[in-house]
């Protein structure tokens, strides 16, 4: 069965700067998908950036970059010149090319300090 | 179109008795999971629905949880005998396939306490 772990339960990082959230994985599948989701006080998830893995290249959305290191089975986030509202807890999370369901990680709280 | 919605949003059982928590999935959106996540925790699958068929329920407690999708109305997730345990919140998300390369939409949970 596939894992995702999140070793960071909590991180901060001051406003503008740029801050790295860690995920790994354990997996035997060659063909999956990858995603970071947001979630913020309101509890809705936001699916805030995804990356198949037979992309070689990182996805990027915006401020929102990954490394995607698909030997290492690491997916780390990068968050650029971070602001108040980024302010949430971040999930990890794999899916199966032939599955339904997401594997999450256990999340990581970020907090911006202004 | 609205999104997910759930509800209620907060819902409130005493020990032994049932909950009913509702999800309306986007309009056109066929397929439904039913998601747990327990407090300072991810979420947990716990069901996958199509219309009137249960497609994967690898996630379920064996006994007092079950789940549907009907043709016409919401999906509901039904807990039977409640107990502290299951105080959590229950998340729904859905797609218009089932396919990995379909984004899916999360509603905002019903947060479920057991007293």
């Known amino acids: 069965a596939q894992t995702v772990t999140q070793s960071q339960p909590e991180m901060s990082v001051q406003e503008a700067e740029t801050v790295t959230l860690s995920c790994t994985y354990d997996t035997s599948e060659s063909d999956y998908y990858l995603f970071w989701y947001k979630q913020p006080p309101s509890r809705q998830m936001i699916l805030v950036i995804r990356?198949?893995?037979?992309?070689?290249q990182n996805a990027t959305e915006n401020r929102f970059s990954v490394n995607f290191q698909k030997a290492a089975k690491s997916f780390s986030l990068k968050i650029s010149d971070s602001q108040l509202g980024d302010a949430a807890m971040y999930f990890c999370a794999y899916r199966s090319e032939g599955a339904q369901k997401l594997v999450f990680g256990q999340g990581t709280r970020l907090t911006i300090n202004p | 179109n609205a999104g997910v919605m759930q509800n209620p949003r907060h819902l409130v059982r005493r020990r032994g008795q049932e909950a009913r928590l509702r999800c309306s999935p986007m309009?056109?959106?066929?397929?439904v999971y039913w998601y747990r996540q327990l407090p300072e925790e991810g979420l947990k699958f716990m069901v996958y629905?199509?219309?009137?068929?249960?497609?994967?329920e690898s996630g379920m407690p064996k006994e007092r949880f079950s789940a549907e999708f009907p043709k016409e109305g919401p999906s509901i997730l039904r807990i039977q005998q409640v107990v502290r345990g299951d105080s959590a919140a229950y998340f729904c998300a859905s797609s218009p396939r089932d396919n990995p390369r379909e984004k899916l939409f999360f509603g905002s949970g019903t947060q479920l306490s057991v007293l």
């Open positions: 309009k056109g959106h066929s397929h």
């Open positions: 629905l199509q219309k009137e068929n249960i497609i994967d």
């Open positions: 990356q198949e893995a037979y992309k070689q």
